[in-house]
């Protein structure tokens, strides 16, 4: 864990790309930015890879609420997807946006409503009732909500609740301005090719599903809605040509990310992408391991595959979507 600000690589590791820009700002950590873009100009391909929890940049105030800061942050983490992100991007020309803010801090991929209110303190230490029957809980109250609270085999997070002002400051220098960014990169891949894809990059941990499947990767689209079914298809394809297993939706079907940005019918697709941690990690699931490389080239191979998809699904005033609408 990194209590001062994000890790560096050194430059022989760090894939080249165009300047980074960043975005946002981490409260406890002056300087630091809550996400870096990175997008040629003009884009090389219609393809954005966004990794929204793999921030590493532990102010040392939320370092010190945590109960068990060291397990708890690597529990969080899609340790080192950022990694695997930098270097796909490289070798393909994608657009890449990637969090510094911890999910710890507050999940990317969750609505800015999607609160457990019961972890956020008035003035006085009590938890805001007239919040606390919000609807919109229905993550939070599993413990992975916009602030996580709790994970499997590990209890509460915290030591204490959280102050409202904390959660506003974040949400307004965190979460806000990461969404606003994203957005506008593709908006600009949209105006270019005249479609766009969204690869919204996480990581898991080994599965083991019904009847005894053990994907490497799940594949979310939410039922649906958030991608044109041609893409995944040539997802699941690509998977299959070099023999590793995906799951659809199960048990990851994509979050707030694709909610907020997908929209099919303008042909701004999303897809989440989950990628088992023993693949690429060693055996703590700790740090880089000797999959890490395959796994690059299995992104790389699979970024370019679908880049030629999605410029095959143009609209414009005189052209319609490649394929037909699906049944109401």
């Known amino acids: 864990m990194d209590a001062t ?3 560096r690589d050194s430059p022989d ?3 080249s790309l165009p300047s980074p820009r960043p975005g946002g700002s981490i409260p406890g950590l002056p300087g630091i930015p809550a996400f870096v873009s990175q ?3 003009p884009s090389d391909i219609p393809v954005l890879i966004a990794v929204p929890h793999a921030g590493r940049a532990y102010p040392p105030r939320l370092v ?3 109960r068990n800061p060291e397990f708890a942050a690597l529990r969080l983490e899609d340790r080192y997807v950022d990694r695997l992100a930098h270097a796909v991007a490289a070798a393909t020309g994608a657009s890449l946006i990637v969090a510094q803010a911890p999910r710890a801090m507050i999940d990317l991929n969750r609505a800015t409503d999607d609160v457990d209110w019961d972890m956020i303190a008035r003035s006085g230490g009590k938890p805001d009732a007239q919040k606390a029957e919000d609807p919109a809980r229905a993550r ?3 413990g992975l909500g916009l602030i996580p609270r709790r994970l499997p085999g590990m209890g509460e997070l915290w030591k204490r609740r959280h102050d409202r002002a904390e959660l506003e400051s974040v949400i307004a220098q965190v979460h806000e301005p990461y969404h606003a960014a994203l957005s506008a990169i593709l908006e600009g891949l949209h105006a270019r090719w005249g479609a766009a894809l969204m ?3 996480h990581s898991m941990p080994p599965l083991t599903l019904r009847g005894g499947l053990s994907p490497e990767f799940v594949i979310g689209d939410r039922f649906g809605a958030s991608c044109c079914g041609t893409i995944v298809a040539e997802m699941f394809a690509w998977m299959g040509q070099n023999r590793r297993i995906a799951a659809h939706n199960r048990p990851y079907a994509g979050g707030h990310g694709l909610d907020r940005h997908a929209a099919p019918k303008r042909n701004i697709h999303a897809v989440q992408l989950e990628i088992d941690r023993s693949s690429y990690l060693d055996a703590r699931l700790a740090e880089p391991g000797e999959g890490f ?3 690059v080239n299995l992104l790389v191979g699979l970024v370019r595959h679908l880049a030629g998809q999605v410029t095959a699904l143009k609209t414009g005033p005189d052209r319609r979507l ?3 609408d699906a049944a109401e």
Do not use: C, I, K, V
Request: proline share 17%.
């Open 199 to 201: 690869l919204d990059l």
């Open 39 to 41: 997008a040629p100009q």
């Open 140 to 142: 939070s109250r599993s």
């Open 64 to 66: 010190e609420r945590l």
């Open 322 to 324: 490649d394929w037909p």
């Open 293 to 295: 490389s395959e796994m």
């Open 5 to 7: 600000g994000p890790e």
């Open 13 to 15: 590791q760090m894939p």
